[in-house]
Protein backbone atom coordinates (compact mmCIF):
# COMPACT_ATOMS: atom_id res chain seq x y z
CA UNK A 1 0.00 0.00 0.00
CA UNK A 2 0.70 3.70 -0.32
CA UNK A 3 1.96 6.49 0.85
CA UNK A 4 0.30 10.13 0.23
CA UNK A 5 1.53 13.14 1.02
CA UNK A 6 -1.36 16.35 1.66
CA UNK A 7 -0.07 19.57 2.00
CA UNK A 8 -2.03 23.42 1.44
CA UNK A 9 0.38 25.89 0.91
CA UNK A 10 3.55 26.76 -0.85
CA UNK A 11 5.99 25.98 2.10
CA UNK A 12 3.85 22.57 2.52
CA UNK A 13 4.69 22.08 -1.05
CA UNK A 14 8.56 22.63 -0.97
CA UNK A 15 8.62 19.98 2.07
CA UNK A 16 6.38 17.74 1.10
CA UNK A 17 9.02 17.24 -1.93
CA UNK A 18 11.87 16.46 0.43
CA UNK A 19 9.53 14.46 2.41
CA UNK A 20 8.02 11.94 -0.60
CA UNK A 21 11.62 10.28 -1.70
CA UNK A 22 12.51 9.00 1.99
CA UNK A 23 9.21 6.93 1.88
CA UNK A 24 9.00 5.91 -1.88
CA UNK A 25 6.72 8.64 -2.71
CA UNK A 26 6.99 10.62 -5.96
CA UNK A 27 5.22 13.81 -6.69
CA UNK A 28 2.41 11.86 -8.52
CA UNK A 29 1.43 11.16 -4.41
CA UNK A 30 1.76 14.58 -3.23
CA UNK A 31 -1.63 16.02 -2.86
CA UNK A 32 -2.58 19.82 -3.03
CA UNK A 33 -4.50 22.62 -4.21
CA UNK A 34 -4.73 23.19 -7.75
CA UNK A 35 -2.65 26.46 -7.66
CA UNK A 36 0.47 24.12 -6.20
CA UNK A 37 -0.06 21.44 -8.23
CA UNK A 38 -0.08 23.06 -11.38
CA UNK A 39 3.78 24.90 -10.14
CA UNK A 40 5.32 21.44 -8.39
CA UNK A 41 3.17 18.75 -10.12
CA UNK A 42 1.75 17.47 -7.86
CA UNK A 43 -2.26 15.77 -7.67
CA UNK A 44 -4.49 18.79 -7.60
CA UNK A 45 -8.22 19.63 -6.89
CA UNK A 46 -9.97 22.99 -5.57
CA UNK A 47 -10.88 21.21 -2.63
CA UNK A 48 -8.36 18.57 -1.59
CA UNK A 49 -9.69 17.24 1.24
CA UNK A 50 -12.86 15.70 -0.85
CA UNK A 51 -9.85 12.88 -1.74
CA UNK A 52 -9.16 12.08 1.89
CA UNK A 53 -11.30 9.21 2.12
CA UNK A 54 -9.93 7.90 -0.65
CA UNK A 55 -6.45 8.27 0.51
CA UNK A 56 -7.57 7.49 3.94
CA UNK A 57 -8.85 3.18 3.02
CA UNK A 58 -6.09 2.69 0.48
CA UNK A 59 -2.67 4.03 1.91
CA UNK A 60 -0.64 2.50 4.45
CA UNK A 61 0.20 6.06 5.51
CA UNK A 62 -1.36 9.50 5.21
CA UNK A 63 1.67 12.53 5.80
CA UNK A 64 0.40 15.87 6.69
CA UNK A 65 2.07 18.88 5.99
CA UNK A 66 0.01 21.82 7.81
CA UNK A 67 -1.36 22.41 11.01
CA UNK A 68 -2.64 19.58 13.11
CA UNK A 69 -6.35 21.02 13.24
CA UNK A 70 -7.10 20.67 9.21
CA UNK A 71 -5.10 17.16 9.39
CA UNK A 72 -8.00 16.42 12.74
CA UNK A 73 -10.75 17.77 10.52
CA UNK A 74 -9.76 15.76 6.99
CA UNK A 75 -9.40 12.29 8.90
CA UNK A 76 -12.55 12.48 11.42
CA UNK A 77 -15.32 11.04 9.40
CA UNK A 78 -13.07 7.95 8.72
CA UNK A 79 -11.24 6.90 11.76
CA UNK A 80 -12.53 3.46 12.31
CA UNK A 81 -10.38 1.12 13.94
CA UNK A 82 -6.87 1.12 15.45
CA UNK A 83 -6.09 -2.06 14.20
CA UNK A 84 -7.24 -0.82 10.13
CA UNK A 85 -6.46 2.35 10.41
CA UNK A 86 -3.50 4.23 8.20
CA UNK A 87 -0.74 5.78 10.01
CA UNK A 88 -1.63 9.51 10.08
CA UNK A 89 1.57 11.93 10.70
CA UNK A 90 1.50 15.59 10.84
CA UNK A 91 4.41 18.18 10.20
CA UNK A 92 4.36 21.71 10.07
CA UNK A 93 4.88 23.50 7.11
CA UNK A 94 8.05 24.73 8.47
CA UNK A 95 9.63 21.57 9.07
CA UNK A 96 9.96 22.33 13.23
CA UNK A 97 8.01 19.19 14.40
CA UNK A 98 6.71 15.35 13.27
CA UNK A 99 3.54 14.57 15.31
CA UNK A 100 1.93 11.41 14.69
CA UNK A 101 -1.85 11.54 15.58
CA UNK A 102 -3.42 8.35 14.59
CA UNK A 103 -2.54 4.50 14.33
CA UNK A 104 1.35 5.37 16.54
CA UNK A 105 1.66 1.66 17.25
CA UNK A 106 0.36 -0.86 15.40
CA UNK A 107 -0.21 1.82 12.30
CA UNK A 108 3.61 2.77 12.64
CA UNK A 109 3.07 6.21 12.59
CA UNK A 110 5.49 6.78 15.56
CA UNK A 111 8.10 4.82 14.02
CA UNK A 112 7.81 6.55 10.54
CA UNK A 113 7.60 10.53 12.25
CA UNK A 114 10.96 9.66 13.82
CA UNK A 115 12.36 8.62 10.24
CA UNK A 116 10.86 11.88 8.89
CA UNK A 117 12.26 13.98 11.77
CA UNK A 118 15.53 12.82 11.90
CA UNK A 119 16.16 12.83 7.97
CA UNK A 120 14.40 16.75 8.00
CA UNK A 121 15.86 17.67 10.98
CA UNK A 122 13.11 18.08 13.16
CA UNK A 123 11.95 16.91 16.89
CA UNK A 124 9.77 13.85 16.89
CA UNK A 125 7.05 14.53 19.29
CA UNK A 126 5.96 11.17 20.00
CA UNK A 127 2.94 11.40 22.93
CA UNK A 128 2.12 7.72 23.46
CA UNK A 129 2.65 6.78 27.09
CA UNK A 130 4.86 3.62 26.89
CA UNK A 131 6.72 5.62 24.72
CA UNK A 132 7.29 8.41 26.89
CA UNK A 133 8.32 6.52 29.66
CA UNK A 134 10.19 4.15 27.93
CA UNK A 135 8.70 0.72 28.31
CA UNK A 136 7.74 -2.08 26.33
CA UNK A 137 5.35 -1.14 24.23
CA UNK A 138 3.01 -4.38 23.20
CA UNK A 139 0.67 -3.51 20.19
CA UNK A 140 3.92 -1.51 18.79
CA UNK A 141 6.40 -4.48 19.00
CA UNK A 142 3.93 -7.20 17.29
CA UNK A 143 2.95 -4.74 14.22
CA UNK A 144 6.80 -4.67 14.12
CA UNK A 145 7.49 -7.98 14.18
CA UNK A 146 4.41 -9.24 12.45
CA UNK A 147 2.59 -10.77 15.53
CA UNK A 148 -1.17 -11.24 15.37
CA UNK A 149 -2.88 -9.65 19.11
CA UNK A 150 -5.10 -11.84 20.14
CA UNK A 151 -7.12 -9.17 22.30
CA UNK A 152 -6.96 -5.37 22.08
CA UNK A 153 -8.85 -4.99 24.86
CA UNK A 154 -6.20 -7.11 26.67
CA UNK A 155 -3.44 -5.31 24.80
CA UNK A 156 -4.58 -2.22 27.03
CA UNK A 157 -4.77 -3.83 30.35
CA UNK A 158 -1.24 -4.81 29.64
CA UNK A 159 0.25 -1.51 28.36
CA UNK A 160 -1.49 0.39 31.22
CA UNK A 161 0.32 -2.29 33.48
CA UNK A 162 3.52 -1.71 32.25
CA UNK A 163 3.49 1.85 32.99
CA UNK A 164 3.47 0.91 36.31
CA UNK A 165 5.38 -1.75 36.77
CA UNK A 166 6.55 -4.85 35.47
CA UNK A 167 4.52 -8.13 33.37
CA UNK A 168 5.74 -11.30 32.75
CA UNK A 169 6.06 -12.29 29.40
CA UNK A 170 7.07 -16.55 28.43
CA UNK A 171 7.38 -18.05 25.27
CA UNK A 172 7.63 -20.93 23.12
CA UNK A 173 11.14 -19.39 21.10
CA UNK A 174 13.92 -18.55 23.19
CA UNK A 175 13.41 -15.28 24.71
CA UNK A 176 16.73 -13.47 25.01
CA UNK A 177 18.39 -12.30 28.47
CA UNK A 178 17.85 -9.03 28.81
CA UNK A 179 14.57 -7.55 27.95
CA UNK A 180 12.98 -4.65 27.60
CA UNK A 181 11.37 -2.60 30.17
CA UNK A 182 8.35 -3.37 31.47
CA UNK A 183 9.22 -7.17 30.99
CA UNK A 184 10.49 -9.80 33.12
CA UNK A 185 10.31 -13.71 32.52
CA UNK A 186 8.19 -15.55 34.47
CA UNK A 187 5.27 -18.24 33.48
CA UNK A 188 2.63 -17.11 36.00
CA UNK A 189 0.66 -14.22 37.27
CA UNK A 190 -2.52 -12.47 36.82
CA UNK A 191 -1.71 -10.85 33.79
CA UNK A 192 0.78 -11.55 31.19
CA UNK A 193 2.07 -12.11 27.31
CA UNK A 194 2.38 -15.23 25.69
CA UNK A 195 4.47 -15.18 22.52
CA UNK A 196 3.88 -18.30 20.53
CA UNK A 197 1.83 -20.01 17.74
CA UNK A 198 0.20 -22.15 20.04
CA UNK A 199 -3.07 -21.39 22.18
CA UNK A 200 -1.11 -21.56 25.57
CA UNK A 201 -2.97 -18.96 28.17
CA UNK A 202 -0.42 -19.62 30.98
CA UNK A 203 -1.30 -16.30 33.26
CA UNK A 204 -4.81 -15.32 34.51
CA UNK A 205 -5.56 -13.23 31.59
CA UNK A 206 -3.05 -13.90 28.34
CA UNK A 207 -2.43 -11.46 25.98
CA UNK A 208 -0.69 -13.97 23.09
CA UNK A 209 1.33 -12.58 20.54
CA UNK A 210 1.13 -14.72 17.29
CA UNK A 211 3.89 -14.55 14.64
CA UNK A 212 2.52 -15.22 11.40
CA UNK A 213 5.28 -17.95 10.18
CA UNK A 214 3.09 -20.94 9.46
CA UNK A 215 2.84 -22.18 6.04
CA UNK A 216 -1.09 -24.07 5.90
CA UNK A 217 -0.59 -26.98 3.31
CA UNK A 218 -4.40 -27.75 1.91
CA UNK A 219 -5.53 -31.08 -0.50
CA UNK A 220 -9.81 -31.22 -0.79
CA UNK A 221 -12.28 -32.59 -3.80
CA UNK A 222 -13.40 -30.46 -6.58
CA UNK A 223 -16.30 -28.26 -5.46
CA UNK A 224 -15.28 -27.77 -1.93
CA UNK A 225 -17.12 -24.43 -0.40
CA UNK A 226 -14.70 -22.40 1.72
CA UNK A 227 -17.03 -23.21 4.77
CA UNK A 228 -16.16 -26.48 4.49
CA UNK A 229 -12.29 -25.75 4.39
CA UNK A 230 -12.64 -23.39 7.41
CA UNK A 231 -14.10 -26.09 9.46
CA UNK A 232 -11.68 -28.40 8.61
CA UNK A 233 -8.57 -25.77 9.21
CA UNK A 234 -10.56 -24.50 12.56
CA UNK A 235 -11.18 -27.87 13.99
CA UNK A 236 -7.39 -29.50 13.12
CA UNK A 237 -5.87 -26.33 14.62
CA UNK A 238 -7.72 -26.45 17.45
CA UNK A 239 -6.77 -30.33 18.30
CA UNK A 240 -3.41 -29.74 18.02
CA UNK A 241 -3.47 -26.12 20.15
CA UNK A 242 -2.35 -23.76 17.03
CA UNK A 243 -3.84 -20.61 16.60
CA UNK A 244 -4.99 -20.32 13.09
CA UNK A 245 -3.82 -16.51 13.29
CA UNK A 246 -0.49 -17.46 12.55
CA UNK A 247 -1.10 -18.23 9.25
CA UNK A 248 0.57 -16.56 6.36
CA UNK A 249 -0.40 -18.06 3.19
CA UNK A 250 -1.72 -21.29 1.97
CA UNK A 251 0.01 -23.50 -0.05
CA UNK A 252 -1.55 -26.42 -2.55
CA UNK A 253 -1.50 -28.24 -5.85
CA UNK A 254 -1.33 -26.17 -9.15
CA UNK A 255 -5.02 -28.48 -9.99
CA UNK A 256 -6.69 -26.43 -7.45
CA UNK A 257 -5.51 -23.25 -8.42
CA UNK A 258 -9.15 -22.15 -9.48
CA UNK A 259 -11.00 -23.85 -6.69
CA UNK A 260 -13.19 -21.17 -5.84
CA UNK A 261 -13.93 -22.53 -2.25
CA UNK A 262 -10.11 -22.87 -0.95
CA UNK A 263 -9.45 -19.28 -3.25
CA UNK A 264 -12.68 -17.14 -1.51
CA UNK A 265 -10.91 -19.08 1.87
CA UNK A 266 -7.96 -17.35 1.38
CA UNK A 267 -9.68 -14.11 0.77
CA UNK A 268 -11.45 -14.34 4.07
CA UNK A 269 -7.87 -15.14 5.86
CA UNK A 270 -6.48 -12.63 4.14
CA UNK A 271 -3.12 -14.38 3.52
CA UNK A 272 -1.88 -15.17 -0.08
CA UNK A 273 -2.64 -18.73 -1.79
CA UNK A 274 0.59 -19.72 -3.66
CA UNK A 275 0.02 -23.03 -6.42
CA UNK A 276 2.67 -25.52 -7.04
CA UNK A 277 3.08 -28.31 -9.69
CA UNK A 278 3.48 -32.13 -9.09
CA UNK A 279 7.08 -32.05 -10.14
CA UNK A 280 7.70 -29.54 -7.68
CA UNK A 281 6.22 -30.94 -4.81
CA UNK A 282 7.79 -34.39 -5.53
CA UNK A 283 10.58 -32.90 -5.13
CA UNK A 284 10.57 -31.71 -1.73
CA UNK A 285 12.85 -33.76 0.54
CA UNK A 286 11.34 -35.59 3.80
CA UNK A 287 8.70 -38.29 4.87
CA UNK A 288 5.44 -37.97 4.23
CA UNK A 289 2.43 -39.77 4.44
CA UNK A 290 1.86 -41.18 0.73
CA UNK A 291 -1.55 -41.90 -1.21
CA UNK A 292 -1.40 -43.95 -4.09
CA UNK A 293 -5.03 -43.03 -5.27
CA UNK A 294 -4.33 -39.36 -4.73
CA UNK A 295 -0.62 -40.11 -6.59
CA UNK A 296 -2.72 -41.36 -9.57
CA UNK A 297 -5.12 -38.66 -9.37
CA UNK A 298 -3.03 -35.42 -9.27
CA UNK A 299 0.61 -36.91 -10.09
CA UNK A 300 1.53 -36.57 -6.07
CA UNK A 301 1.23 -39.22 -3.46
CA UNK A 302 0.61 -35.99 -0.61
CA UNK A 303 -0.71 -33.08 -1.61
CA UNK A 304 -1.10 -30.98 1.79
CA UNK A 305 2.39 -32.04 3.93
CA UNK A 306 4.31 -31.46 0.87
CA UNK A 307 2.53 -27.77 0.41
CA UNK A 308 2.91 -26.96 3.74
CA UNK A 309 6.73 -27.84 3.98
CA UNK A 310 7.56 -26.45 0.49
CA UNK A 311 6.22 -23.04 1.44
CA UNK A 312 7.30 -23.15 4.93
CA UNK A 313 9.49 -25.30 6.97
CA UNK A 314 9.19 -27.74 9.68
CA UNK A 315 6.10 -29.42 9.90
CA UNK A 316 4.40 -29.25 13.06
CA UNK A 317 0.73 -30.42 11.91
CA UNK A 318 0.67 -33.78 9.61
CA UNK A 319 -1.83 -34.54 7.17
CA UNK A 320 -5.32 -35.01 8.80
CA UNK A 321 -8.38 -35.56 6.65
CA UNK A 322 -11.51 -33.47 7.50
CA UNK A 323 -14.92 -33.66 5.41
CA UNK A 324 -13.16 -33.56 1.83
CA UNK A 325 -10.16 -31.64 3.26
CA UNK A 326 -6.56 -32.60 4.07
CA UNK A 327 -4.72 -30.08 5.94
CA UNK A 328 -0.87 -29.87 7.16
CA UNK A 329 1.29 -27.12 8.50
CA UNK A 330 4.64 -26.19 8.54
CA UNK A 331 6.23 -23.49 10.64
CA UNK A 332 9.02 -21.25 9.31
CA UNK A 333 12.18 -20.16 11.56
CA UNK A 334 11.18 -17.35 13.89
CA UNK A 335 13.12 -15.39 17.00
CA UNK A 336 12.63 -13.07 19.10
CA UNK A 337 14.61 -9.75 18.92
CA UNK A 338 13.48 -6.50 20.77
Known amino acids: MKTAIICFSDAGASLSLKIAPMLGAGASDIHST ?55 IVTDDGGRFVIPILSGHIGGANELARLIAEEIGAAAAVTTATDGAGRFSCDAWAAQRGCAISSMETAKRVSAAILVGDIPVTSEFPLPDE ?8 GSGPLGIYIGVKTASPYGETLRLTPRTVTLGIGCRRGISKEAVNEAVTSVFADNGIDPACISGIASIDVKKDEKGLLDFAADTGVPAVFYTADE ?14 RKTVGVGNVCERAAALGGGRLIIRKTAVSGVTVAAAEAGWRIEF
Not at 53 to 71: E, H, K, T, W
Open 34 to 88: KKFAEKYGFTGHDKVSEDIGDLFYSCRALVFVCACGIAVRCIAPYIRDKKTDPAV
Open 281 to 294: LNAVPGEFKESEFV
Open 179 to 186: LPPGLVKD
